[in-house]
């Protein structure tokens, strides 16, 4: 009776040790975030002083993080209501970019892999896009092809906006910026 004991107590430890371990590392961990409107970064991600979670993830291999003086990711799940992505909706990203030497702004499913659409974009730079006479980002995602700067969304399912800022002082002060200095992410319609 004993030794069953024993083993049933072995497994329960190594099962809960195992699970909450994995768990921790599943993905991005919620230490070190930052949330700006709808947009999350994590500025520590490449710097020295990485948290010890962060950096499991990371050793995962699945994401390469901008170092602490090239840049920062955003990444949105969420419109600026606070609704999940859906690519059965479309979406104008509006406003401002802060200032930076370059940014790209792209779409990925949600481990942050880029999609097989149709249409090989995925993403535009700032040198691709039109801009009005404002100066001011405006960019429609959807599935379907929009006049203008468009960025092509999956045909349903979960999705999520990355924003990369390269080489941006706000790589440093991120928890001091405002939702007004980032584009907002507003749905139009669904369908």
């Not at 490449?46 to 990371?58: E, S, T």
Request: include cysteine; glycine fraction near 12%.
């Amino acid at each position: 009776m004993r030794i069953l004991d024993l083993a049933y107590i072995l497994a329960l430890g190594a099962g809960l040790g195992l699970g909450s371990a994995h768990w921790a590392v599943a993905g991005r961990p919620a230490l070190g975030k930052v949330e700006v409107g709808a947009w999350m970064a994590w500025p520590r991600s490449g710097g020295r002083d990485i948290d010890p979670y962060m950096r499991a993830y990371l050793a995962r291999g699945v994401h390469l993080p901008l170092g602490s003086g090239e840049g920062l990711e955003l990444i949105a799940e969420r419109d600026d209501d606070g609704q999940l992505l859906d690519g059965r909706c479309r979406y104008q990203i509006s406003g401002a970019t802060p200032t930076t030497r370059g940014w790209t702004l792209g779409v990925t499913d949600i481990d942050g892999l880029p999609f097989r659409l149709p249409l090989e974009r995925t993403s535009f730079t700032d040198s691709e896009i039109v801009r009005p006479e404002d100066g001011q980002l405006s960019i429609a995602a959807a599935a379907t092809p929009v006049a203008g700067n468009w960025l092509p969304l999956p045909a349903s399912g979960r999705f999520q906006f990355r924003l990369r800022l390269y080489d941006t002082p706000i790589s440093s002060q991120t928890g001091e910026t405002r939702a007004t200095n980032l584009p907002r992410i507003a749905r139009l319609d669904c369908r």
